[in-house]
């Protein structure tokens, strides 16, 4: 006969293994199609080596992870896409590498690649540059609500009416962890963005800081990512703030031609 006492003690267990393997995922999702070793997985998360890889195997059999022949772990194609993640992540990725690195180049600043995930967005790529004071607030891995951020923005604002209501209500409460993106002025935000065409946000989610955005849209019009940049300071302010946004502007371009001369559409297959 199963106790209350045994009960509670299962439903700890479980919880606790629950938890590490989430914890563990989060810290694979991390590494993006290049995946990551365990034992910088084990070190991070703070797991013993031995749980870390006796977790990692079962996730591996349950192919939400798999393991590459370099012994690197990386999220499954199934994985991603059951997240809400595109299939065609490590194809934008390429393609956008080398114009953010460029744009990276001329600002001096750091520039961003976001994808939506659920009723997220996921920084997928950054470029940091040569100023000596880097916007580094967001890394590569980090999630934030959508609306929230200049890439953010990009990913929320250009979606139906309908959909910006909906999240809206499902992310009412991480919203309240930042005290300017309540819903109605994220609201207000992405009906200017929608007007001129980027999205410009001065000490919004962190003081000091600012961020400049735009969507990038598929073959179809559909937006699949935003690009972005942030620098802290005055740097995207002014007449310099202006400059920024038409080179910004440039390389979305540049990324919606390359986009659109390869067979990438945003129905989740790779290019081959």
């Known amino acids: 006969m199963v106790t209350q006492a045994d009960a509670e003690n299962e439903d700890r267990s479980g ?64 994985m991603q896409h059951a997240m809400g993640l595109p299939h065609s ?9 080398p114009l953010l690195a460029d744009l990276t180049d001329q600002l001096e600043d750091v520039t961003l690649l976001s994808v939506r995930s659920g009723y997220d967005s996921l920084c997928i790529d950054r470029h940091v540059g040569r100023w000596p004071l880097q916007a580094l607030s967001l890394d590569v891995g980090r999630r934030r609500p959508l609306g929230v951020g200049a890439g953010s923005l990009s990913l929320y604002s250009w979606l139906d009416d309908a959909e910006r209501a909906q999240i809206r209500s499902a992310i009412a409460e991480e919203m309240s962890a930042f005290p300017k993106a309540g819903p109605e002025r994220i609201e207000e935000l992405a009906a200017q963005s929608r007007a001129q065409g980027f999205t ?11 961020g400049i955005g735009a969507p990038v849209r598929d073959r179809n019009g559909a937006v699949i990512a935003a690009i972005s940049i942030a620098a802290v300071g005055d740097r995207l302010k002014g007449e310099r703030g202006g400059k920024a946004t038409a080179l910004l502007l440039e390389t979305r371009d540049r990324l919606e031609a390359r986009l659109k001369g390869t067979p990438l559409a945003a129905t989740g297959e790779e290019s081959t």
Do not use: C, N
Request: hydrophobic fraction near 40%; proline fraction near 2%.
């Open 200 to 210: 410009y946000l001065p000490d919004f989610v962190v003081p000091g800081m600012t």
């Open 89 to 97: 992540i490590s194809h934008l990725r390429a393609q956008a590498r």
């Open 15 to 78: 919880a606790s293994s629950i938890r590490r393997t989430v914890i563990l995922l989060r810290a694979v999702a991390q590494g993006g199609d290049r995946g990551r070793r365990l034992s910088d997985l084990a070190r991070e998360t703070g797991l013993h080596k031995a749980t870390a890889s006796r977790i990692l195997g079962h996730l591996v059999e349950e192919q939400a992870v798999v393991r590459g022949a370099d012994k690197h772990f990386a999220l499954s194609r199934d």
